[in-house]
T-cell receptor
Framework: NAGVTQTPKFQVLKTGQSMTLQCAQDMNHNSMYWYRQDPGMGLRLIYYSASEGTTDKGEVPNGYNVSRLNKREFSLRLESAAPSQTSVYFC???????????FGQGTRLTVV | QKEVEQDPGPLSVPEGAIVSLNCTYSNSAFQYFMWYRQYSRKGPELLMYTYSSGNKEDGRFTAQVDKSSKYISLFIRDSQPSDSATYLCAISNTGNQFYFGTGTSLTVIP
């Protein structure tokens, strides 16, 4: 019973490097989300996908891109990483946008 | 002004105490309210979900929404050391984008 799986769990990048964070859910959920969590800032929504084939910007989308590859997978890409993107990234999914969201274990990203 | 404000604590209580966690919000249109629990180095997990106003009880946990005051609360009765975690409130007016509080760190001392 995996739920929401994120890879990798840890990553260190140099400024300017690119990377993709992967997320997959096995609960047949329609909606998926990417959040970042920073000390004193709480969880902030980067992008979300209300259903397969759609994506929308959240509160802090600058510097990120997303792809809803299929119903199960939602990836987050950093094209040119910056130190300000050092954070813990959480992927989440829910059956619909107004129902319970289930979170993954997080990806701890450090940009040096 | 932030959409939702939450006292970060930390809050430390003895085992068996009643814990009160609170958030205030700015927009009276908000009508979806959630409380999440997050253990250290883990993802948040949903504790309580409330639509509109009123109270909701689940075991030792009670969520209250006071829309007139724009104030939401989570009460934990008979607190246990296993309740030690960070508690996050989340609110929304559409259900599409939830705004999270910064979280309150709780420690229950045996």
């Amino acid at each position: 019973n995996a739920g929401v799986t994120q890879t990798p769990k840890f990553q260190v990048l140099k400024t300017g490097q690119s990377m993709t964070l992967q997320c997959a859910q096995d609960m047949n959920h329609n909606s998926m989300y990417w959040y970042r969590q920073d000390p004193g800032m709480g969880l902030r929504l980067i992008y979300y996908s209300a259903s397969e084939g759609t994506t929308d910007k959240g509160e802090v989308p600058n510097g990120y891109n997303v792809s809803r590859l299929n119903k199960r997978e939602f990836s987050l890409r950093l094209e040119s990483a910056a130190p300000s993107q050092t954070s813990v990234y959480f992927c989440a999914s829910s059956m619909s946008p107004d129902t319970e969201a289930f979170f993954g274990q997080g990806t701890r990203l450090t940009v040096v | 002004q932030k959409e939702v404000e939450q006292d970060p604590g930390p809050l430390s209580v003895p085992e068996g105490a009643i814990v009160s966690l609170n958030c205030t919000y700015s927009n009276s249109a908000f009508q979806y309210f959630m409380w999440y629990r997050q253990y250290s180095r883990k993802g948040p997990e949903l504790l309580m979900y409330t639509y509109s106003s009123g109270n909701k009880e689940d075991g030792r946990f009670t969520a209250q929404v006071d829309k007139s005051s724009k104030y939401i609360s989570l009460f934990i009765r008979d607190s246990q050391p296993s309740d030690s975690a960070t508690y996050l409130c989340a609110i929304s007016n559409t259900g599409n984008q939830f705004y999270f509080g910064t979280g309150t760190s709780l420690t229950v001392i045996p």
